[in-house]
């Protein structure tokens, strides 16, 4: 028989925070009263109308009641409405989906839809999180699935066409030309949009990706038009749309609105900050003194006037920003005390400090242990020549602890941070720039306390005769006092330019925001959103589209703050590509990460099946107990829909998902034979958890620690402008006389320090509205009881780990949780407790690479 089934609608209207279209409210209660309202259908699950194409039976239209009666705020808040649907039980069956139509003039965000009274049930939910545009915007009915899961060869017929159907509008099959915003296209495109050759050579950046070349994971599809100048260059963004940010990612996949207004006020605030890049006194390059860069975190740094700010403006659109500074000059200038000089302002130059961060700092993902001494290369010698390490034994013997280099090598006692053979290919291209780098390795030996100390540095350039020739390398050892302790920091200096630009163009960039992307886009293609697979995924995807266009809009573009603040300069991207060739997927997992640099050795009867050879290793010690709880939660939950490998083979969805991933997104590595054959449970298992493991915690490795570490910039300088002095040399008689003043002109100067640091402060805050691990944005993300107990246990874990972590931190005997610098390890901390609030807490996971 007939029955009303009530139900509630929460959504959020579009609000006076959205500044594109101030009229929006007035113009949808207008629409309201001329009958212009919205509406919804149920979808049976179960009850196929054969008269509707064999699909599920659907109801009458119902309206959301009391729109014009409920106020809409200033501010992005959820509002609650009720609609009543006819619904004859006993003809219609179970509801598992609903069309809705906007018949409204603006967009609003739709978050959940639940049914009360339902016959046989508690309740049936629907969580939607997605914006829904009026119905003109769109050649299709926006469709939403009930929050149960199914496998495509589960799901029931009435369902079974909507679910394909909705894949192939997310696939914009047909759609040509720009996409709007109320698009929801998610295609393929290469890294075409960087360069802006219509200025000139000097802005003109390759096409990365598509080519062996130059490959590249893809990015996002926008559709603009090519370049004037260049046809395989993307157009980019000019005016209002540059001021405002708004570069095409399907309009779910952009920032919340609290979200977007916080990344915006920090923007404008780092922009007004790098408005200090030309400081007003005699000096103008570099600083003068250490005092002078802690003067940065002291307020005592004064503007200069708008007259003298004309020479920066084309790095960064004065039009946002010519507003916010006094003409007069008198704006001061505060950024936050990095957290590196917080307890003691000198402990960053020591060695024990310099060595602790390569396990527990910025970068802790590149050290390797050494298996053969002396470090040899991997350069084809046919091209360039011999570039086998120079270090000899007489260089370090004496720092041994009575141990010879073999004894030390037998012992698993020596370490390597190698950015040699990265770096040698470009370092003629680089220092044909601004830079003046070297191609550094630097070896350590483990001490019986767990720390390492550093036991020498080779600096390495190309023989000036041609590559051919091999290498030029000069090798410098520890001293403390004299010019010889001056000479030794700048060698550690140069270290960490090496470290500095490796990490943000690779450990940060490359192997974490640009290898997720095509995850992203290959999910929503194939992946409907009822599909389990989805459900455990889309956390984990959460703005990271939207990032990585702001990225390539601001940072990695031509001219952007990257190439301004990174040595590289207009090679940054480039260089990445090269690396991106031995990209490999299977070894993003930790355990097969610290395998493959021999940080640990196989041990089956260990957690992870392996043994650390480094014991208090922070990162890994964390990292391993993370990646553990991420896997065991992934094993629960994919065994409560896979019962055998065949089913895992004979989905459909997910072998066309990971076909695509690997033939489309990271199509130029197609060939490679490690990529899993996603034919058994173990493969889906393996896959996801390394996935989940890069966007969540391995992002949060190298993203969060970047203000606490590199806000300070002579602890983690990103330029050199000079070599190393000669003995004999203006230079050398400079540094005897005043090493600091030495050491300022060399690494990144004053201007280029504002802007990286005025950039870190954004990249490093954590948002108001951070979902971390463990969390869901909705209790109600799943109606399957096994896998919320099976995501209960993964939160317990997890809450599990952060005290585990914290009673580390707090062990006198761990001396690399702390250091000199009294700085503990918190970047793993899962934070899914929500103990930690948001900005510069360097605490938390969050579920995605999300800034």
Same mark, same amino acid.
């Given at each position: ?14 609000? $006076? ?9 007035? $113009? ?26 064999? *699909? ?73 999180? +997605? ?157 003068? =003194? ?99 390490? =120079? ?17 030390? $090598? ?35 030996? $483990? ?59 690779? =450990? ?60 590289? *300069? ?108 996603? +034919? ?172």
């Amino acid at each position: 028989m007939a029955k009303t089934v009530t139900g509630k609608v929460v959504l959020v209207k579009k609000n $006076l925070t959205d500044m594109t279209d101030p009229a929006a409210s007035l $113009l949808d209660r207008v629409g309201e009263l001329l009958h212009h309202r919205v509406s919804l259908q149920l979808v049976s699950a179960n009850v196929v109308d054969f008269a509707n194409w064999k *699909r599920g039976k659907l109801s009458m239209p119902a309206y959301l009641e009391d729109w014009v009666g409920t106020l809409t705020p200033i501010t992005a808040k959820e509002a609650a409405f009720s609609v009543r649907f006819e619904w004859d039980v006993e003809s219609m069956g179970v509801p598992g989906a609903f069309i809705i139509r906007n018949n409204h003039h603006s967009q609003f965000y739709l978050k959940n839809v639940t049914l009360y009274d339902y016959p046989g049930h508690s309740w049936i939910h629907f969580d939607c999180n +997605s914006w829904v545009y009026p119905t003109d915007k769109y050649k299709y009915n926006r469709i939403f699935f009930a929050n149960k899961s199914y496998l495509p060869s589960e799901t029931p017929e009435a369902l079974r066409d909507y679910r394909k159907e909705e894949l192939e509008n997310l696939r914009g099959i047909g759609r040509t030309g720009e996409l709007k915003e109320w698009d929801r296209v998610y295609d393929y495109a290469f890294y075409n949009d960087l360069g802006m050759p219509e200025l000139g050579k000097k802005f003109a950046r390759p096409v990365l990706g598509g080519t062996a070349q130059y490959p590249y994971p893809r990015r996002g599809k926008t559709g603009r038009a090519p370049n004037r100048k260049d046809p395989n260059t993307e157009s980019r963004l000019g005016g209002l749309d540059m001021i405002l940010l708004n570069i095409y990612v399907p309009r779910d996949e952009r920032f919340s609105t609290v979200k977007f207004w916080d990344f915006l006020a920090y923007f404008l605030k780092a922009v007004s900050q790098t408005m200090g890049t030309v400081i007003d006194d005699h000096n103008i390059f570099h600083f003068d =003194s250490i005092q002078d860069v802690f003067d940065m975190y002291e307020g005592h740094i004064k503007l200069p006037s708008n007259d003298s700010l004309k020479g920066i403006r084309d790095a960064i659109p004065w039009t946002l920003v010519k507003e916010l500074l006094r003409n007069d000059g008198e704006k001061l200038m505060k950024f936050p005390v990095p957290a590196v000089i917080k307890e003691d302002k000198n402990a960053w130059r020591t060695d024990a400090e310099f060595a602790r961060e390569t396990l527990a700092g910025l970068n802790p993902v590149i050290i390797n242990r050494l298996r053969e001494f002396p470090p040899t290369s991997k350069l084809d010698p046919e091209v360039y020549g011999n570039q086998h390490s =120079s270090i000899r034994e007489d260089d370090i013997k004496h720092n041994l602890n009575g141990l010879s280099v073999k004894e030390a $090598l037998d012992n698993n006692r020596l370490f390597i941070l190698d950015h040699h053979d990265a770096l040698m290919t470009y370092l003629r291209r680089v220092n044909s720039t601004s830079s003046r780098i070297y191609a550094t390795r630097t070896l350590f030996f $483990l001490q019986d306390d767990g720390t390492l100390k550093p036991l020498a540095i080779e600096l390495s350039l190309p023989h000036p005769q041609g590559d051919k020739h091999g290498a030029v390398s000069k090798v410098f050892t520890p001293a403390e006092r004299g010019v010889e302790g001056s000479i030794w920091q700048l060698a550690k200096a140069y270290v960490g330019v090496n470290d500095s630009g490796y990490h943000q163009l690779i =450990s940060h960039w490359l192997n974490t925001h640009a290898v997720v992307e095509p995850f992203v886009i290959a999910t929503n293609r194939r992946l409907s959103a009822i599909h389990p697979i989805y459900k455990l995924l889309h956390p984990h995807y959460r703005d990271t589209m939207n990032i990585n266009a702001l990225a390539r809009m601001l940072l990695i573009n031509a001219n952007g703050i990257v190439e301004l603040t990174v040595y590289p *300069r207009n090679f940054a991207l480039e260089m990445s590509s090269a690396i991106y060739k031995g990209w490999n997927f299977t070894e993003q997992a930790l355990p097969a990460d610290l395998l493959k640099r021999g940080m640990a050795v196989k041990d089956p009867g260990s957690p992870n099946g392996i043994n650390l050879v480094v014991k208090d290793y922070p990162f890994a010690v964390d990292g391993l107990e993370i990646w553990s709880a991420i896997e065991t939660w992934v094993t629960e939950y994919c065994c409560c829909y896979y019962t055998s490998d065949q089913a895992v083979e004979k989905d459909e969805e997910l072998q066309s998902w990971w076909g695509e991933i690997r033939d489309e997104g990271h199509g130029d590595l197609k060939e490679q034979p490690w990529w899993p054959k996603m +034919s058994t449970i173990h493969d889906l298992v393996q896959s996801c958890t390394t996935l989940i493991w890069i966007a969540s915690a391995l992002h949060a490795a190298v993203n969060f620690g970047q203000y606490p570490y590199a806000g300070f910039l002579p602890n983690r300088p990103t330029v050199s402008r000079r070599f190393m002095p000669e003995a004999g040399s203006k230079e050398y008689a400079e540094l005897e006389k005043n090493p600091d003043l030495a050491l300022l002109k060399t690494i990144t100067p004053q201007d280029q320090t504002m802007i990286g640091v005025s950039l870190i402060e954004i990249l490093s805050r954590h948002s108001a509205d951070e979902i971390y691990l463990g969390q869901r944005e909705s209790d109600e993300w799943t109606s399957d009881e096994k896998a919320l107990a099976a995501f209960k246990r993964f939160r317990e874990n997890l809450l599990d780990i952060e005290k585990k972590i914290e009673t580390r931190n707090n062990d006198p005997n761990l001396k690399n949780r702390n250091g000199p610098v009294k700085l503990p390890y918190t970047f793993l901390d899962p934070n899914t407790s929500g103990k930690s609030g948001e900005g510069l807490t360097g605490i938390g996971i969050p579920n995605s690479v999300s800034i």
